[in-house]
């Protein structure tokens, strides 16, 4: 199954799970969207994406609730980059071990598509210079990272589901305000971090089963510069100012890339339904086609989300969430289904 058929209006879910237990987390992962699962992160600092990002970097540690610390920034001298990225055995990773297992044993499918998370370039770069280091070393560290770190759970993933396509999302709530002045990165240097790990996703062996690579961004951000990077997703919150960048989201689905839209805020009130988040989300795609871009097309080509993680939920309060994204889900196929049949495709 290539990318381009993954069916339209998939349920997905973004960033960590409400749970500190290894074995709650896969049970809710696999529970959540049995079609499309979400490899699962701990909300526990030590075991948060970021802390994936570094792991094996002596020098650098993770401190709640969730920022690098690095005690001498003149030691962090890797000895070894390329096995620091590629071993994924430290326990950041028990949880994407548990959930491995439990999918290549589940009775199901092997070509279902599968998600997997990977701190971004521009936000680890950001945080360690936050942490420290100054910006060429900690943009040298952080590509050289993430791009190993991310091919090496490409293969993790794909070893567990052979046929299925894997969609590799980096996590970059460091690119929010992209467009703003102050934004410490020029256009230039955030594809210059961002570029290097699509390219190798792209290379890797692995991507022959099935690969879309996308970008999460639980903001509004500099969406030109993330789309030209050559990514095939692009992963925000339903009100994170697409239409805007309308011409944009067309070029992205016409070259058969998709849009996972943050359709459940994470940040305010859900609602007794999902009728007011339908209608906000079908607002946003309405404007989009006053824009010019395709209404079937971009039905088609869009998955439903939360609109960033649920660490900070309870376990109640998360399936809440994970509810809603599933009804949404099924709403968007019904009707794209319906407006197909209207226009006779």
Do not use: N
């Amino acid at each position: 199954m290539a990318a381009s058929e993954l069916p339209f209006g998939l349920a997905t879910s973004v960033g960590p799970v409400p749970t500190d237990d290894v074995a709650q987390a896969v049970d809710v992962a696999l529970a959540a969207h049995p079609g499309f699962p979400t490899v699962p992160v701990l909300r526990t600092p030590t075991r948060s994406l970021v802390a994936q990002a570094v792991s094996g970097i002596a020098g650098i540690s993770v401190a709640p609730p969730g920022l690098l610390r690095i005690d001498d920034p003149d030691s962090v001298v890797p000895d070894d980059v390329d096995g620091a990225g590629t071993d994924l055995t430290g326990p950041e990773f028990e949880a994407t071990h548990e959930f491995l297992a439990r999918l290549s044993t589940t009775a199901g499918p092997v070509d279902r598509p599968t998600r997997v998370g990977v701190l971004g370039p521009v936000t680890l770069t950001l945080s360690l210079v936050a942490a420290g280091l100054p910006i060429p070393m900690a943009s040298k560290l952080a590509v050289a990272l993430t791009t190993r770190r991310a091919v090496a759970l490409l293969e993790a993933v794909r070893a567990a589901t052979p046929r299925g396509v894997i969609v590799v999302v980096l996590s970059e709530p460091g690119l929010i305000g992209g467009m703003h002045p102050t934004f410490p990165l020029s256009p230039m240097e955030t594809r210059a971090l961002l570029d290097p790990v699509i390219d190798a996703l792209d290379l890797a062996p692995s991507a022959a089963g099935g690969l879309l690579i996308g970008i999460h961004v639980p903001g509004r951000a500099d969406w030109e510069t993330i789309i030209s990077s050559g990514v095939s997703m692009i992963s925000a919150p339903a009100d994170s100012g697409l239409v805007g960048w309308s011409e944009l989201v067309g070029y992205l689905l016409d070259r058969g890339g998709w849009i996972c839209w943050g359709a459940v805020p994470v940040d305010q009130p859900l609602g007794t339904s999902e009728e007011m988040l339908w209608r906000r989300l079908s607002g946003v795609w309405c404007d989009l086609a006053a824009a010019g871009v395709d209404p079937i097309q971009l039905r088609m080509q869009s998955m439903v989300s939360p609109a960033d993680g649920l660490g900070h939920f309870g376990l109640s309060q998360a399936e809440r969430v994970l509810g809603l994204v599933e009804t949404l889900s099924t709403r968007v196929q019904r009707q794209t289904v319906g407006a197909r049949l209207t226009v006779g495709a």
